[in-house]
């Protein structure tokens, strides 16, 4: 039985503050959260599971978004027409990453942000990300351009930054003469 994920929204004060490294192993509750946010990230890439359940379509998720301050983010990248590569780490750091900037051409969006916010926002073209699996054995992603973008967007849950404070206002959008879009 699939219950769609109570997901809160920007103007909740809690998605504006620090989380919490996690001890490791996993709670159960921690663990039946990533398996539903798994699903629900999943239904909402597949347009008929997303039409019967209003889902908003997104491919990641950090858990303050749930109410809970804790360093954990989750991604479903659709890499291939119906395949997905599902990513779960726990007290994630960004070790590394290129001078090249990009953005999204179209702006990115925010599971937590119920509106259009016109603007690029400049994430780094690729970065290699540390953390623990579920099962509290390290991992290193090197990420590259969407993918590098997800996990950049989702680690600044963790701190409180949501993707349009990335946004210049005094000039929100680049020309392709300033930054990569893709």
């Not at 504006?16 to 039946?32: A, H, Y």
């Not at 019967?52 to 479903?76: C, E, H």
């Not at 073209?125 to 989702?154: C, M």
């Amino acid at each position: 039985m699939f219950k769609p994920l109570d997901i809160l929204d920007d103007t909740h004060k809690v998605l504006r503050q620090i989380s919490k490294e996690v001890s490791l192993p996993l709670s159960k509750e921690d663990r039946t959260t990533i398996d539903r946010v798994i699903k629900h990230l999943k239904y909402s890439q597949i347009e008929n599971m997303a039409e019967k359940y209003n889902l908003r379509p997104g491919m990641g998720l950090a858990f303050p978004q749930l109410g809970m301050l804790k360093r954990i983010i989750i991604i479903v990248h659709e890499y291939e027409e119906g395949k997905f590569k599902n990513y779960v780490i726990v007290n994630p750091k960004i070790i590394s990453h290129s001078e090249e900037m990009v953005a999204l051409e179209t702006g990115e969006g925010c599971l937590s942000v119920n509106r259009e916010v016109e603007g690029h926002v400049p994430r780094y073209a690729r970065i290699t990300i540390t953390g623990y699996d579920p099962d509290g054995n390290k991992v290193s992603i090197r990420a590259r351009e969407d993918l590098s973008v997800a996990f950049q967007h989702e680690v600044d849950h963790l701190d409180g930054i949501l993707f349009y404070d990335r946004i210049d206002k005094k000039k929100p959008f680049f020309s392709e003469n300033e930054i990569r879009l893709i």
